[in-house]
Protein backbone atom coordinates (compact mmCIF):
# COMPACT_ATOMS: atom_id res chain seq x y z
CA UNK A 1 0.00 0.00 0.00
CA UNK A 2 1.26 3.67 -0.70
CA UNK A 3 0.58 4.82 2.44
CA UNK A 4 2.05 3.59 5.65
CA UNK A 5 -0.28 4.55 7.97
CA UNK A 6 0.70 4.60 11.64
CA UNK A 7 -1.62 4.05 13.90
CA UNK A 8 -1.01 2.87 17.18
CA UNK A 9 -2.25 3.42 20.96
CA UNK A 10 -0.55 5.55 21.91
CA UNK A 11 1.87 3.23 24.36
CA UNK A 12 4.77 5.89 24.56
CA UNK A 13 2.41 8.02 26.30
CA UNK A 14 0.68 5.64 28.54
CA UNK A 15 4.15 4.13 29.59
CA UNK A 16 5.13 7.51 30.32
CA UNK A 17 2.05 8.06 32.63
CA UNK A 18 2.66 4.90 34.13
CA UNK A 19 5.73 5.51 34.88
CA UNK A 20 5.26 8.39 36.73
CA UNK A 21 2.46 7.11 38.53
CA UNK A 22 4.16 3.68 39.45
CA UNK A 23 5.27 5.51 43.47
CA UNK A 24 1.59 5.67 43.82
CA UNK A 25 -0.17 2.50 42.90
CA UNK A 26 -1.91 1.77 45.70
CA UNK A 27 -4.07 4.84 44.38
CA UNK A 28 -4.70 3.84 40.87
CA UNK A 29 -7.98 2.89 40.10
CA UNK A 30 -8.46 -0.93 38.56
CA UNK A 31 -8.75 0.28 35.06
CA UNK A 32 -8.41 3.69 33.41
CA UNK A 33 -11.06 5.76 34.65
CA UNK A 34 -13.74 7.17 32.42
CA UNK A 35 -12.48 10.14 30.34
CA UNK A 36 -15.12 12.24 28.51
CA UNK A 37 -12.17 13.75 26.38
CA UNK A 38 -11.14 11.47 25.24
CA UNK A 39 -10.43 11.54 20.91
CA UNK A 40 -11.45 8.68 18.16
CA UNK A 41 -9.58 9.89 16.48
CA UNK A 42 -6.29 12.23 15.59
CA UNK A 43 -3.35 13.20 13.44
CA UNK A 44 -0.23 14.14 14.02
CA UNK A 45 2.79 15.45 12.98
CA UNK A 46 1.18 17.23 9.95
CA UNK A 47 1.65 20.43 7.83
CA UNK A 48 -2.61 21.51 8.75
CA UNK A 49 -4.34 23.91 6.66
CA UNK A 50 -6.61 25.39 8.61
CA UNK A 51 -8.21 26.81 5.78
CA UNK A 52 -10.02 29.76 8.20
CA UNK A 53 -9.71 33.47 6.69
CA UNK A 54 -6.30 33.86 8.28
CA UNK A 55 -4.97 30.66 6.37
CA UNK A 56 -3.49 29.54 9.85
CA UNK A 57 -1.99 26.21 10.33
CA UNK A 58 -1.12 23.65 12.26
CA UNK A 59 0.94 20.17 12.64
CA UNK A 60 -2.23 17.85 14.97
CA UNK A 61 -5.63 17.45 15.62
CA UNK A 62 -8.03 15.61 17.40
CA UNK A 63 -11.65 14.32 16.69
CA UNK A 64 -14.32 13.09 18.82
CA UNK A 65 -18.20 12.09 17.84
CA UNK A 66 -17.51 13.72 14.48
CA UNK A 67 -16.38 16.98 15.79
CA UNK A 68 -12.91 19.05 16.16
CA UNK A 69 -12.49 18.88 19.95
CA UNK A 70 -8.35 20.19 19.66
CA UNK A 71 -6.27 21.83 16.81
CA UNK A 72 -2.27 23.10 17.19
CA UNK A 73 0.43 21.10 18.05
CA UNK A 74 1.35 17.86 19.83
CA UNK A 75 0.67 19.24 23.14
CA UNK A 76 -2.65 20.79 22.22
CA UNK A 77 -3.55 17.06 21.39
CA UNK A 78 -2.31 15.03 23.43
CA UNK A 79 -4.59 15.72 26.62
CA UNK A 80 -7.03 13.98 24.47
CA UNK A 81 -5.30 10.68 23.34
CA UNK A 82 -5.52 7.70 25.21
CA UNK A 83 -5.70 3.88 24.25
CA UNK A 84 -8.79 4.40 22.70
CA UNK A 85 -7.37 6.99 19.96
CA UNK A 86 -6.66 6.14 16.75
CA UNK A 87 -3.09 7.85 16.02
CA UNK A 88 -2.34 8.88 12.72
CA UNK A 89 0.93 10.15 12.10
CA UNK A 90 1.30 12.06 8.80
CA UNK A 91 4.62 12.15 8.68
CA UNK A 92 4.78 15.85 7.66
CA UNK A 93 2.17 15.50 5.06
CA UNK A 94 -0.28 17.98 4.07
CA UNK A 95 -4.23 17.73 5.65
CA UNK A 96 -6.62 20.18 4.36
CA UNK A 97 -10.07 20.18 5.43
CA UNK A 98 -12.67 17.64 2.99
CA UNK A 99 -12.94 19.62 0.16
CA UNK A 100 -16.96 21.08 -1.11
CA UNK A 101 -17.76 21.04 -4.75
CA UNK A 102 -20.11 23.92 -5.07
CA UNK A 103 -21.58 22.80 -8.80
CA UNK A 104 -22.54 19.83 -9.11
CA UNK A 105 -25.04 17.43 -10.29
CA UNK A 106 -24.70 14.48 -8.29
CA UNK A 107 -27.36 11.77 -9.37
CA UNK A 108 -26.82 12.48 -12.77
CA UNK A 109 -23.12 11.61 -11.91
CA UNK A 110 -23.94 8.39 -10.63
CA UNK A 111 -25.89 7.79 -13.97
CA UNK A 112 -22.75 8.50 -15.86
CA UNK A 113 -20.49 6.59 -13.90
CA UNK A 114 -23.26 3.32 -14.19
CA UNK A 115 -22.62 3.84 -18.07
CA UNK A 116 -20.06 1.21 -19.21
CA UNK A 117 -17.30 3.05 -21.21
CA UNK A 118 -17.13 1.57 -24.68
CA UNK A 119 -14.36 4.04 -25.73
CA UNK A 120 -11.26 1.98 -26.02
CA UNK A 121 -13.40 -1.22 -26.86
CA UNK A 122 -11.38 -3.36 -29.57
CA UNK A 123 -13.77 -5.16 -30.96
CA UNK A 124 -17.25 -5.96 -31.17
CA UNK A 125 -16.71 -9.24 -29.35
CA UNK A 126 -14.83 -7.05 -26.60
CA UNK A 127 -18.16 -5.25 -26.09
CA UNK A 128 -20.80 -7.99 -25.91
CA UNK A 129 -18.53 -9.59 -23.36
CA UNK A 130 -18.09 -6.51 -21.21
CA UNK A 131 -21.94 -6.22 -21.40
CA UNK A 132 -22.32 -9.91 -20.61
CA UNK A 133 -20.42 -8.87 -17.37
CA UNK A 134 -21.90 -6.58 -16.51
CA UNK A 135 -25.72 -8.52 -16.47
CA UNK A 136 -24.42 -10.78 -13.67
CA UNK A 137 -24.30 -7.85 -11.49
CA UNK A 138 -28.47 -6.26 -12.37
CA UNK A 139 -31.55 -7.83 -11.60
CA UNK A 140 -33.21 -9.48 -15.10
CA UNK A 141 -35.02 -6.72 -16.87
CA UNK A 142 -33.01 -3.78 -15.63
CA UNK A 143 -31.28 -2.12 -18.10
CA UNK A 144 -27.77 -2.05 -18.99
CA UNK A 145 -26.38 1.65 -21.02
CA UNK A 146 -22.73 1.99 -22.62
CA UNK A 147 -21.47 4.58 -24.67
CA UNK A 148 -18.22 5.20 -26.74
CA UNK A 149 -18.50 2.71 -29.35
CA UNK A 150 -16.79 3.09 -32.51
CA UNK A 151 -16.70 0.61 -35.55
CA UNK A 152 -13.70 2.41 -37.03
CA UNK A 153 -12.01 2.05 -33.52
CA UNK A 154 -12.29 -2.12 -33.79
CA UNK A 155 -9.00 -4.25 -35.01
CA UNK A 156 -11.55 -6.65 -36.98
CA UNK A 157 -15.20 -6.35 -37.88
CA UNK A 158 -17.87 -8.07 -36.85
CA UNK A 159 -19.07 -11.50 -37.93
CA UNK A 160 -22.46 -10.84 -39.69
CA UNK A 161 -21.86 -7.08 -40.13
CA UNK A 162 -23.63 -4.51 -41.92
CA UNK A 163 -21.53 -1.74 -43.63
CA UNK A 164 -18.92 -2.20 -40.59
CA UNK A 165 -22.23 -2.06 -37.94
CA UNK A 166 -22.53 -5.39 -35.96
CA UNK A 167 -25.54 -7.53 -35.95
CA UNK A 168 -27.23 -7.75 -32.44
CA UNK A 169 -27.54 -11.72 -32.47
CA UNK A 170 -24.49 -12.44 -30.76
CA UNK A 171 -25.21 -9.66 -28.13
CA UNK A 172 -29.13 -10.70 -28.01
CA UNK A 173 -27.95 -14.31 -26.96
CA UNK A 174 -25.33 -13.03 -24.56
CA UNK A 175 -27.48 -11.04 -22.66
CA UNK A 176 -30.94 -11.84 -22.72
CA UNK A 177 -32.46 -10.95 -20.36
CA UNK A 178 -31.69 -7.12 -19.69
CA UNK A 179 -32.67 -4.54 -22.38
CA UNK A 180 -29.29 -2.84 -23.51
CA UNK A 181 -28.38 0.32 -25.25
CA UNK A 182 -24.91 1.27 -26.38
CA UNK A 183 -24.83 4.72 -27.56
CA UNK A 184 -22.14 5.20 -30.73
CA UNK A 185 -19.09 7.70 -29.45
CA UNK A 186 -20.58 10.48 -31.96
CA UNK A 187 -24.49 10.71 -30.49
CA UNK A 188 -25.65 9.98 -34.13
CA UNK A 189 -26.68 6.28 -33.50
CA UNK A 190 -27.37 4.06 -31.04
CA UNK A 191 -27.45 0.13 -30.63
CA UNK A 192 -29.73 -2.21 -29.02
CA UNK A 193 -30.32 -5.89 -28.20
CA UNK A 194 -33.65 -7.93 -28.78
CA UNK A 195 -34.81 -7.44 -25.46
CA UNK A 196 -34.47 -3.29 -26.00
CA UNK A 197 -36.31 -4.05 -29.25
CA UNK A 198 -39.08 -6.06 -28.14
CA UNK A 199 -39.51 -3.17 -25.52
CA UNK A 200 -39.83 -0.41 -28.58
CA UNK A 201 -41.93 -2.27 -30.19
CA UNK A 202 -39.33 -2.73 -33.09
CA UNK A 203 -39.21 -5.60 -35.48
CA UNK A 204 -38.89 -6.45 -39.75
CA UNK A 205 -42.09 -4.35 -40.58
CA UNK A 206 -40.84 -0.94 -38.54
CA UNK A 207 -40.05 2.05 -40.77
CA UNK A 208 -37.82 4.73 -40.52
CA UNK A 209 -39.05 7.69 -38.51
CA UNK A 210 -38.52 11.25 -40.36
CA UNK A 211 -35.07 12.20 -39.96
CA UNK A 212 -33.81 8.49 -38.94
CA UNK A 213 -33.01 5.07 -39.90
CA UNK A 214 -33.89 1.41 -38.49
CA UNK A 215 -30.56 -0.64 -40.16
CA UNK A 216 -31.85 -3.83 -41.52
CA UNK A 217 -29.75 -6.94 -42.51
CA UNK A 218 -29.98 -8.41 -45.74
CA UNK A 219 -33.13 -10.69 -45.06
CA UNK A 220 -34.89 -7.56 -43.69
CA UNK A 221 -34.87 -8.08 -39.72
CA UNK A 222 -33.57 -5.39 -37.36
CA UNK A 223 -29.77 -4.95 -37.40
CA UNK A 224 -29.89 -3.33 -33.93
CA UNK A 225 -28.63 -0.13 -35.21
CA UNK A 226 -30.73 2.89 -34.82
CA UNK A 227 -29.26 6.23 -36.66
CA UNK A 228 -30.14 10.30 -35.98
CA UNK A 229 -33.96 10.22 -35.01
CA UNK A 230 -34.84 6.63 -34.74
CA UNK A 231 -32.79 5.67 -31.75
CA UNK A 232 -35.71 7.61 -29.80
CA UNK A 233 -37.59 4.62 -30.47
CA UNK A 234 -35.23 2.85 -27.98
CA UNK A 235 -34.53 5.73 -25.69
CA UNK A 236 -38.76 6.31 -25.07
CA UNK A 237 -39.17 2.50 -24.69
CA UNK A 238 -36.48 2.95 -21.61
CA UNK A 239 -37.94 5.96 -19.85
CA UNK A 240 -41.25 3.98 -20.23
CA UNK A 241 -39.97 1.25 -18.26
CA UNK A 242 -37.99 3.62 -15.72
CA UNK A 243 -41.77 5.44 -15.47
CA UNK A 244 -43.07 1.66 -14.29
CA UNK A 245 -40.46 1.42 -11.38
CA UNK A 246 -41.94 0.71 -8.12
CA UNK A 247 -40.97 3.62 -5.04
CA UNK A 248 -39.12 0.16 -3.70
CA UNK A 249 -37.36 0.06 -7.44
CA UNK A 250 -37.12 3.77 -7.88
CA UNK A 251 -35.02 3.91 -4.47
CA UNK A 252 -32.58 1.31 -4.74
CA UNK A 253 -31.92 2.51 -7.97
CA UNK A 254 -31.46 6.10 -6.72
CA UNK A 255 -29.42 4.81 -4.04
CA UNK A 256 -26.84 3.01 -6.39
CA UNK A 257 -26.30 6.04 -8.12
CA UNK A 258 -25.22 7.93 -5.11
CA UNK A 259 -22.84 5.10 -4.03
CA UNK A 260 -20.99 5.36 -6.82
CA UNK A 261 -21.33 9.08 -7.28
CA UNK A 262 -20.45 9.66 -3.61
CA UNK A 263 -17.72 6.84 -3.71
CA UNK A 264 -15.97 8.73 -6.68
CA UNK A 265 -16.07 12.00 -4.56
CA UNK A 266 -14.43 10.49 -0.94
CA UNK A 267 -11.75 9.05 -2.84
CA UNK A 268 -11.02 12.48 -4.38
CA UNK A 269 -11.33 14.28 -0.98
CA UNK A 270 -14.76 15.76 -1.54
CA UNK A 271 -17.28 15.35 1.49
CA UNK A 272 -19.57 17.80 0.35
CA UNK A 273 -21.62 18.66 -2.80
CA UNK A 274 -23.70 21.36 -3.86
CA UNK A 275 -26.32 19.51 -5.83
CA UNK A 276 -27.39 21.92 -8.28
CA UNK A 277 -30.72 21.34 -9.34
CA UNK A 278 -33.10 18.39 -8.58
CA UNK A 279 -36.56 17.87 -7.86
CA UNK A 280 -39.03 18.10 -5.00
CA UNK A 281 -39.41 14.37 -5.55
CA UNK A 282 -35.48 13.83 -5.09
CA UNK A 283 -35.02 15.48 -2.53
CA UNK A 284 -37.94 13.70 -0.79
CA UNK A 285 -36.09 10.87 -1.51
CA UNK A 286 -32.81 11.79 -0.17
CA UNK A 287 -34.32 12.96 3.04
CA UNK A 288 -35.32 8.99 3.54
CA UNK A 289 -31.63 8.34 2.91
CA UNK A 290 -30.38 10.84 4.63
CA UNK A 291 -32.84 9.74 7.99
CA UNK A 292 -31.06 6.19 7.93
CA UNK A 293 -27.33 7.24 7.23
CA UNK A 294 -27.06 6.15 3.89
CA UNK A 295 -25.94 9.17 2.23
CA UNK A 296 -22.34 8.84 1.46
CA UNK A 297 -21.49 12.32 1.77
CA UNK A 298 -22.81 15.56 2.62
CA UNK A 299 -25.31 17.45 0.31
CA UNK A 300 -26.92 20.84 -0.04
CA UNK A 301 -29.41 20.94 -2.87
CA UNK A 302 -30.76 23.17 -4.58
CA UNK A 303 -34.71 22.72 -6.31
CA UNK A 304 -35.25 23.01 -9.46
CA UNK A 305 -38.81 24.15 -10.34
CA UNK A 306 -40.92 26.91 -11.86
CA UNK A 307 -42.92 29.44 -10.10
CA UNK A 308 -46.13 27.77 -9.35
CA UNK A 309 -44.82 24.60 -7.73
CA UNK A 310 -42.19 26.67 -6.29
CA UNK A 311 -44.96 28.40 -4.23
CA UNK A 312 -46.98 25.65 -3.11
CA UNK A 313 -43.93 22.94 -2.25
CA UNK A 314 -41.24 25.59 -0.84
CA UNK A 315 -42.83 25.80 2.40
CA UNK A 316 -42.66 22.43 3.21
CA UNK A 317 -39.10 21.40 1.96
CA UNK A 318 -37.05 23.00 3.55
CA UNK A 319 -34.56 21.16 5.51
CA UNK A 320 -31.48 21.90 7.02
CA UNK A 321 -28.88 19.61 8.70
CA UNK A 322 -31.28 16.66 8.39
CA UNK A 323 -29.42 13.08 9.51
CA UNK A 324 -26.68 14.78 11.22
CA UNK A 325 -25.48 17.35 8.58
CA UNK A 326 -26.04 15.33 5.89
CA UNK A 327 -28.56 16.99 3.79
CA UNK A 328 -29.72 20.43 3.09
CA UNK A 329 -32.52 21.96 0.82
CA UNK A 330 -32.55 25.87 1.19
CA UNK A 331 -32.06 26.52 -2.35
CA UNK A 332 -33.62 27.23 -5.72
CA UNK A 333 -32.15 27.04 -8.94
CA UNK A 334 -32.99 28.50 -12.22
CA UNK A 335 -31.32 28.96 -15.30
CA UNK A 336 -31.61 31.92 -17.31
CA UNK A 337 -29.38 31.03 -20.50
CA UNK A 338 -27.54 28.24 -22.54
CA UNK A 339 -23.81 27.70 -22.80
CA UNK A 340 -20.64 29.13 -24.75
CA UNK A 341 -19.72 26.16 -26.95
CA UNK A 342 -23.04 26.15 -28.74
CA UNK A 343 -23.60 29.76 -29.08
CA UNK A 344 -26.15 29.57 -26.32
CA UNK A 345 -24.81 31.82 -24.16
CA UNK A 346 -26.58 34.96 -23.60
CA UNK A 347 -24.99 37.74 -24.34
CA UNK A 348 -25.05 42.27 -24.77
CA UNK A 349 -23.63 41.80 -28.23
CA UNK A 350 -23.70 39.12 -31.29
CA UNK A 351 -21.48 36.72 -31.26
CA UNK A 352 -18.15 37.52 -33.17
CA UNK A 353 -18.14 33.51 -34.65
CA UNK A 354 -22.05 33.90 -35.60
CA UNK A 355 -22.98 37.43 -35.55
CA UNK A 356 -26.18 36.74 -36.18
CA UNK A 357 -27.09 35.29 -32.72
CA UNK A 358 -26.76 36.93 -29.26
CA UNK A 359 -27.36 34.02 -27.59
CA UNK A 360 -30.32 32.59 -25.72
CA UNK A 361 -33.16 33.40 -22.76
CA UNK A 362 -34.19 30.53 -21.22
CA UNK A 363 -36.84 31.50 -18.83
CA UNK A 364 -38.77 34.76 -18.79
CA UNK A 365 -37.49 37.21 -16.73
CA UNK A 366 -41.41 37.78 -15.14
CA UNK A 367 -41.04 34.40 -14.35
CA UNK A 368 -37.50 34.60 -13.11
CA UNK A 369 -38.66 37.50 -11.06
CA UNK A 370 -41.67 35.64 -9.45
CA UNK A 371 -39.30 32.96 -8.83
CA UNK A 372 -36.97 35.62 -6.54
CA UNK A 373 -39.99 37.00 -4.86
CA UNK A 374 -40.96 33.44 -3.60
CA UNK A 375 -37.70 32.86 -2.58
CA UNK A 376 -37.26 36.32 -0.94
CA UNK A 377 -40.55 35.74 1.46
CA UNK A 378 -39.60 31.98 2.36
CA UNK A 379 -36.10 33.18 3.11
CA UNK A 380 -34.86 30.69 0.67
CA UNK A 381 -31.30 30.83 -1.66
CA UNK A 382 -31.80 31.90 -4.92
CA UNK A 383 -28.91 30.50 -7.52
CA UNK A 384 -29.38 31.26 -10.60
CA UNK A 385 -26.95 29.63 -13.45
CA UNK A 386 -25.89 32.81 -16.05
CA UNK A 387 -23.06 32.99 -17.97
CA UNK A 388 -22.92 34.97 -20.95
CA UNK A 389 -22.93 38.85 -20.33
CA UNK A 390 -26.14 39.84 -20.92
CA UNK A 391 -27.90 36.81 -18.26
CA UNK A 392 -25.46 37.79 -16.02
CA UNK A 393 -26.79 41.47 -16.18
CA UNK A 394 -30.36 40.67 -16.11
CA UNK A 395 -29.75 38.53 -12.98
CA UNK A 396 -28.09 41.28 -11.50
CA UNK A 397 -30.90 43.48 -12.14
CA UNK A 398 -33.68 41.20 -10.72
CA UNK A 399 -31.80 40.45 -7.49
CA UNK A 400 -31.16 44.18 -7.01
CA UNK A 401 -35.25 44.74 -8.01
CA UNK A 402 -36.15 42.15 -5.83
CA UNK A 403 -34.33 42.41 -2.97
CA UNK A 404 -34.79 46.11 -2.75
CA UNK A 405 -34.12 47.06 0.53
CA UNK A 406 -33.06 44.07 1.92
CA UNK A 407 -30.06 43.59 -0.30
CA UNK A 408 -27.92 44.63 2.41
CA UNK A 409 -29.16 41.25 4.32
CA UNK A 410 -27.45 38.14 4.77
CA UNK A 411 -28.99 36.57 1.49
CA UNK A 412 -26.07 34.98 0.09
CA UNK A 413 -27.92 34.57 -3.68
CA UNK A 414 -25.76 33.34 -6.19
CA UNK A 415 -24.77 33.16 -9.74
CA UNK A 416 -23.79 29.71 -10.84
CA UNK A 417 -20.79 29.84 -13.66
CA UNK A 418 -21.06 33.77 -13.82
CA UNK A 419 -18.46 33.50 -16.94
CA UNK A 420 -18.56 36.45 -18.81
CA UNK A 421 -19.71 39.75 -17.39
CA UNK A 422 -18.88 42.87 -18.75
CA UNK A 423 -16.73 45.45 -17.02
CA UNK A 424 -19.07 47.80 -14.87
CA UNK A 425 -20.85 44.29 -13.40
CA UNK A 426 -17.86 43.17 -11.66
CA UNK A 427 -18.29 44.99 -9.08
CA UNK A 428 -22.14 44.67 -8.11
CA UNK A 429 -21.33 41.19 -7.49
CA UNK A 430 -20.15 42.99 -3.81
CA UNK A 431 -22.04 45.31 -3.77
CA UNK A 432 -25.28 43.41 -3.88
CA UNK A 433 -23.83 40.34 -1.75
CA UNK A 434 -24.23 37.94 -4.59
CA UNK A 435 -21.83 34.92 -4.52
CA UNK A 436 -20.36 33.99 -7.70
CA UNK A 437 -20.20 29.99 -7.92
CA UNK A 438 -17.51 29.37 -10.69
CA UNK A 439 -15.99 25.95 -11.98
CA UNK A 440 -12.87 27.16 -12.54
CA UNK A 441 -11.92 23.77 -14.73
CA UNK A 442 -14.73 26.15 -17.39
CA UNK A 443 -12.43 28.03 -18.43
CA UNK A 444 -9.23 25.93 -18.93
CA UNK A 445 -11.32 23.55 -21.03
CA UNK A 446 -13.33 26.12 -22.82
CA UNK A 447 -10.73 28.75 -23.53
CA UNK A 448 -9.84 27.13 -26.83
CA UNK A 449 -12.82 28.51 -28.21
CA UNK A 450 -13.81 31.96 -26.26
CA UNK A 451 -11.91 34.43 -27.99
CA UNK A 452 -13.17 32.79 -31.18
CA UNK A 453 -16.82 33.23 -29.76
CA UNK A 454 -16.07 36.73 -27.83
CA UNK A 455 -13.69 38.27 -29.16
CA UNK A 456 -10.19 39.37 -27.49
CA UNK A 457 -11.95 42.34 -26.39
CA UNK A 458 -14.70 40.36 -24.65
CA UNK A 459 -12.42 37.47 -23.81
CA UNK A 460 -10.04 39.76 -21.97
CA UNK A 461 -11.98 42.33 -19.99
CA UNK A 462 -15.10 39.61 -18.78
CA UNK A 463 -14.11 35.90 -19.31
CA UNK A 464 -13.42 33.42 -15.95
CA UNK A 465 -12.43 37.14 -13.94
CA UNK A 466 -12.23 35.65 -10.39
CA UNK A 467 -9.33 37.94 -10.07
CA UNK A 468 -11.59 41.05 -10.73
CA UNK A 469 -14.24 39.57 -8.50
CA UNK A 470 -12.08 39.28 -5.55
CA UNK A 471 -10.34 42.50 -5.80
CA UNK A 472 -13.48 44.29 -6.31
CA UNK A 473 -14.84 42.04 -2.10
CA UNK A 474 -16.47 38.72 -3.88
CA UNK A 475 -15.32 35.25 -2.68
CA UNK A 476 -15.14 32.29 -5.31
CA UNK A 477 -17.05 29.57 -4.63
CA UNK A 478 -15.40 26.26 -6.84
CA UNK A 479 -16.63 23.36 -8.22
CA UNK A 480 -16.51 21.29 -11.43
CA UNK A 481 -19.75 20.73 -12.63
CA UNK A 482 -19.77 17.04 -13.17
CA UNK A 483 -20.51 14.95 -14.98
CA UNK A 484 -19.76 17.74 -17.50
CA UNK A 485 -16.20 17.61 -16.15
CA UNK A 486 -14.41 15.16 -14.08
CA UNK A 487 -15.19 15.55 -10.41
CA UNK A 488 -12.22 16.08 -10.15
CA UNK A 489 -11.08 18.96 -7.72
CA UNK A 490 -7.34 18.92 -8.49
CA UNK A 491 -8.53 20.10 -12.14
CA UNK A 492 -10.15 23.15 -10.96
CA UNK A 493 -7.52 24.00 -8.52
CA UNK A 494 -4.65 23.41 -11.08
CA UNK A 495 -6.85 25.69 -13.27
CA UNK A 496 -7.67 28.35 -10.41
CA UNK A 497 -3.65 28.96 -9.85
CA UNK A 498 -2.43 28.59 -13.27
CA UNK A 499 -5.01 28.93 -15.87
CA UNK A 500 -3.20 26.94 -17.97
CA UNK A 501 -4.52 25.12 -21.28
CA UNK A 502 -3.75 21.44 -21.39
CA UNK A 503 -1.62 22.60 -24.83
CA UNK A 504 0.40 25.19 -22.32
CA UNK A 505 -1.36 27.75 -23.72
CA UNK A 506 -2.25 30.13 -20.48
CA UNK A 507 -5.70 32.35 -20.63
CA UNK A 508 -5.14 36.12 -19.63
CA UNK A 509 -3.02 34.74 -16.38
CA UNK A 510 -3.67 38.26 -14.77
CA UNK A 511 -7.05 36.64 -13.63
CA UNK A 512 -5.55 33.96 -11.78
CA UNK A 513 -6.06 32.95 -8.01
CA UNK A 514 -3.24 32.42 -5.76
CA UNK A 515 -2.98 28.97 -3.80
CA UNK A 516 -4.71 29.96 -0.83
CA UNK A 517 -7.66 31.58 -2.70
CA UNK A 518 -7.76 28.68 -4.46
CA UNK A 519 -7.81 26.42 -1.47
CA UNK A 520 -10.40 28.01 0.08
CA UNK A 521 -12.33 27.88 -2.92
CA UNK A 522 -12.90 24.64 -1.95
CA UNK A 523 -13.17 24.66 1.32
CA UNK A 524 -14.47 27.99 3.46
CA UNK A 525 -15.66 30.11 0.22
CA UNK A 526 -18.17 27.31 -0.60
CA UNK A 527 -19.02 26.41 2.91
CA UNK A 528 -20.21 30.03 3.31
CA UNK A 529 -21.95 30.05 0.13
CA UNK A 530 -24.35 27.20 1.65
CA UNK A 531 -24.56 28.79 4.73
CA UNK A 532 -22.53 26.03 6.39
CA UNK A 533 -19.43 28.15 7.21
CA UNK A 534 -20.18 27.67 11.07
CA UNK A 535 -19.75 24.14 10.41
CA UNK A 536 -17.79 23.18 7.44
CA UNK A 537 -15.11 24.81 5.67
CA UNK A 538 -12.37 24.34 7.66
CA UNK A 539 -10.76 22.61 10.17
CA UNK A 540 -11.13 24.88 13.63
CA UNK A 541 -12.31 23.91 16.77
CA UNK A 542 -16.08 22.73 17.03
CA UNK A 543 -16.63 21.98 13.48
CA UNK A 544 -17.21 18.88 11.80
CA UNK A 545 -14.61 16.90 11.44
CA UNK A 546 -14.42 16.04 7.60
CA UNK A 547 -10.66 15.73 7.28
CA UNK A 548 -8.01 15.12 4.11
CA UNK A 549 -4.66 13.81 4.46
CA UNK A 550 -2.74 14.28 1.39
CA UNK A 551 0.62 12.93 -0.35
CA UNK A 552 1.18 16.38 -2.15
CA UNK A 553 2.01 20.22 0.21
CA UNK A 554 -1.37 22.01 -1.92
CA UNK A 555 -0.20 25.08 -0.74
CA UNK A 556 3.62 24.72 -1.88
CA UNK A 557 4.06 22.28 -4.58
CA UNK A 558 4.83 23.33 -8.47
CA UNK A 559 1.56 24.33 -9.68
CA UNK A 560 1.87 20.81 -12.28
CA UNK A 561 2.16 18.28 -9.25
CA UNK A 562 -1.24 19.44 -8.15
CA UNK A 563 -3.00 17.50 -11.32
CA UNK A 564 -0.91 14.84 -9.95
CA UNK A 565 -1.77 15.00 -6.00
CA UNK A 566 -3.24 11.96 -4.43
CA UNK A 567 -5.59 11.53 -1.11
CA UNK A 568 -4.11 9.23 1.21
CA UNK A 569 -7.27 9.19 3.61
CA UNK A 570 -10.66 11.22 3.22
CA UNK A 571 -11.95 11.59 6.89
CA UNK A 572 -16.08 11.92 7.24
CA UNK A 573 -17.63 12.97 10.22
CA UNK A 574 -14.24 11.59 12.25
CA UNK A 575 -14.56 8.46 10.22
CA UNK A 576 -12.22 6.79 8.12
CA UNK A 577 -14.20 6.60 4.65
CA UNK A 578 -11.08 6.28 1.79
CA UNK A 579 -8.04 5.08 2.19
CA UNK A 580 -5.83 5.65 -1.14
CA UNK A 581 -3.23 2.69 -2.02
ZN1 LIG B 1 -24.48 22.62 -13.82
Redesign the pocket.
Known amino acids: MFLDLKTSNHSRIVCWMFGWLGAFQLWLPAQEPARTNVADLAIVNARILICDTAMSQASAIAVQSGRIVAVGDRSTVEPFISKRTQVIDAAGRTVTPGLIDS???FINLGQSLQKLDLSQAQSWDEIVSKVEQASWLLPKGTWIEGSGWHQSKWIRPPDNNVDGYPNHRSLSEAVPDHPVILSHASGHACFANQAAMELAGVHRDTSNPSGGEVLKDAAGNPLGVFRENAQSLIYRAQSRTTQRLSQEELNAATLTQLQLAGDACLKQGITSVHD??SSFETVRRLRQFAESGQLPLRMSVMIRDGSENLSAQLPTHRMEDVGGGFLTVRSVKAMIDGALGPHGAWLMEPYNDLPSTSGLNTIAIEELKRIAILCKQHHWQLCV?AIGDRANREVLDVYEQVLGQQVSTDHRWRI?HAQHLTSSDIPRFAKLGVIPAMQANHCTSDAIFVPQRLGERRSAQGAYVWRSLMDAGSIISNGT?AP?ERVDPRASLHAAVTRQLPSGEVFYPEQCMTRKEALLSYTLWPARAAFQEKQLGSLELGKRADIVLWDTDLLNCKPADILTANVALTILEGKIVYTGE
Open positions: HLHAGHEDV
